[in-house]
């Protein structure tokens, strides 16, 4: 069992900057691959960014891509999201996951792939 906990949300300028993070509880949390997801309203949820258990593999989505970061802190079981440059299109509700399976090399990408999943955060970026 993990529980994820987002903050760092709020409302921003075009251009501006935000930092999200993910504090993970549980005795498996350091051992699990973390993402983030966004869903903007009437849209799916879309994959943001997301990094293996131990950091050494990370992967940012497309529409997000030269603008975002992802990286993890595992002595203190966080996970955060360095958001750049922001734009109006990227206002969505962010969401922290972790990954169904440990120890897994590589970044899954899909909202399936993820088992446990934050309340979520909002994150509005005015024009």
């Known amino acids: 069992q993990v529980q994820l906990v987002e903050s760092g949300g709020g409302l921003v300028q075009t251009g501006g900057s935000l930092r999200l993070s993910c504090a993970a509880d549980g005795r498996t949390a350091g051992s699990v691959g973390m993402g983030w997801f966004r869903q903007a309203p009437g849209k799916e949820r879309e994959f943001v960014a997301g990094?293996?258990?131990?950091?050494?593999?990370?992967l940012v989505g497309p529409s997000v891509y030269g603008r975002f970061t992802i990286a993890r802190d595992n002595a203190k079981n966080t996970v955060f999201l360095q958001m750049s440059s922001l734009k109006p299109e990227d206002t969505a509700v962010y969401y922290c996951?972790?990954?169904?399976?440990?120890?897994?090399?590589?970044?899954?990408?899909?909202?399936?792939?993820?088992?446990?999943w934050g309340q979520g955060t909002q994150v509005t970026v005015s024009s």
């Open positions: 996951a972790a990954d169904s399976r440990a120890y897994r090399a590589v970044v899954m990408t899909t909202p399936g792939d993820y088992k446990y």
């Open positions: 990094i293996n258990w131990n950091g050494g593999n990370s």
